[in-house]
């Protein structure tokens, strides 16, 4: 009996379905279908696969003219699921990235009030509308990216009431139709405020107020939370004490790890269990051993290395080790100001070794393992969410290969065109 749709996407020159199990006609590691077509119902992919095989798998006369979509010879790629972004947040530091790539020092910028402490001033000072309207217009760039899935940290509020209104903004955005998927987590423990800092037990208060009041107020609204464990942030005790809390509440766990150093912070994310941890640019050979054996994913965001000219995280040997890796563009006003995950995808193939096929992968598939929602996308195979990106070209190949450039022609959200 062939299936039911409402949708047919027709013409494909090249499907990347990253789902060479299970969709026919899917060959290599990335799934392609060559001459492919894709059917949907309500949103989810019903069958995909070579388009001379579509009229017996599906009921192609039941599609309306309207839902029936010409790919035009181009290729077709699973929307980009980027598992790690800070988009909320008020205020710009353009002025400082140019500073600190002219020389001026860490601490200098520091004692000039800028830094992370100068987007949680201007972010407590914005009201939610505004934050509301940043946020939406930073949302639909990464649409035009080709994004379909973005995680969204709070972290710049820093007390009860400005955190709660990051978590109001990303609930609306969510429920905004058109717009990505939207997966909240709560990162209270960013850095310490401001009007904590300069004495332990100004410290010590600030992660009891987190654990005690806002972990609370936030379960179940937050899917995860996150930790920036790392010198000058959270130590790996502090770190162990909120996320040991959080997943009591019900929480799924990140971490920020190893970025900066060696913190023992992958160690952690390795024995909390966490659904991924991300940087890992110090992590140990026997830490990458702890967190495949754990199941926990890499996250890497060379947009940070990038951005700050430092080396880039190794990517090699979290494969070495087994590891699950995901590509995130930890989208930020400090270290890393790009929606684009075409340029993770660059960045990941010229300076980090890896294989187009890998980068590919990781910014799709390894983003969903990243996110817990692998059931749901990352790939275009039949029971997932029809998210997608239609390239202006034939070949997904000119990723990486033409860079700097916006690749994307189209990008669909659950079967409708949002960007
Ligand atoms: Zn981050």
Redesign the pocket.
Same mark, same amino acid.
């Given at each position: 009996m062939p299936l039911a749709a409402d949708r047919l996407l027709l013409n494909i020159s090249r499907l990347v379905t990253l789902a060479p199990g299970s969709v026919m006609g899917a060959a290599g590691p990335l799934g392609v279908v060559e001459r492919g077509a894709l059917a949907a119902r309500g949103g989810r992919v019903v069958w995909a696969g070579p388009e001379a095989a579509l009229a017996d798998a599906v009921d192609v006369a039941s599609v309306p003219a309207d839902g029936r979509v010409d790919a035009g010879g181009r290729a077709v790629i699973p929307g980009f699921v980027d598992a790690? &972004?800070?988009f909320v947040f008020a205020g710009d530091r353009a002025e400082e990235f140019h500073l600190r790539h002219a020389g001026v020092s860490y601490e200098e910028l520091a004692r000039q009030g800028r830094g992370i402490l100068s987007t949680v001033r201007a972010t407590r000072a914005a009201s939610a509308a505004e934050l509301r309207g940043l946020g939406e217009a930073r949302l639909r760039s990464f649409l035009a990216h080709g994004t379909t899935t973005v995680e969204g940290?709070t972290g710049y509020g820093l007390d009860l009431e400005s955190e709660a209104r990051l978590l109001d903004v990303m609930e609306s955005l969510a429920t905004t139709p058109g717009l990505p998927r939207v997966v909240p987590t709560f990162?209270g423990a960013h850095t310490i405020p401001p009007e904590r800092r300069g004495s332990p037990e100004g410290r010590a208060a600030y992660v009891d107020e987190v654990c005690e009041r806002m972990l609370p107020a936030f379960a179940g609204r937050a899917r995860f939370c996150?930790v920036?464990c790392e010198a000058g942030a959270f130590t790996v005790e502090e770190s162990r004490r909120i996320l040991t809390r959080a997943r009591e509440l019900g929480y799924l766990l990140k971490l920020?790890a190893s970025q900066l150093g060696p913190s023992g912070g992958t160690a952690l994310a390795a024995e909390l269990g966490a659904t991924s941890a991300?940087?890992l640019d110090y992590a140990s050979d026997a830490e990458l051993d702890a967190l495949a054996a754990a199941g926990v994913t890499g996250a890497l965001?060379p947009g940070?290395s990038f951005t700050l000219s430092i080396p880039y995280p190794p990517a090699r040997r979290l494969y070495d080790h087994g590891l699950r890796v995901a590509l995130a563009t930890?989208f930020?006003p400090g &270290?890393?100001y790009s929606e684009n995950m075409q340029m993770m995808i660059a960045l990941a193939v010229s300076a980090m070794g890896m294989t187009l096929a890998e980068a590919l992968a990781a910014a799709t598939l390894g983003g969903a393992h990243a996110l817990g929602l692998v059931d749901e996308v990352g790939s275009l195979e039949p029971g997932k969410s029809c998210d997608l990106a239609i390239l202006n070209g034939p070949d997904e190949r000119a990723l990486a290969y033409h860079f700097g450039v916006n690749l994307v022609a189209q990008t669909w959200v659950a079967g409708q065109r949002a960007g």
């Open positions: 790690h &972004t800070h940290k990162l996150d920036f920020h991300d940087h965001l940070c930890d930020n &270290t890393s």
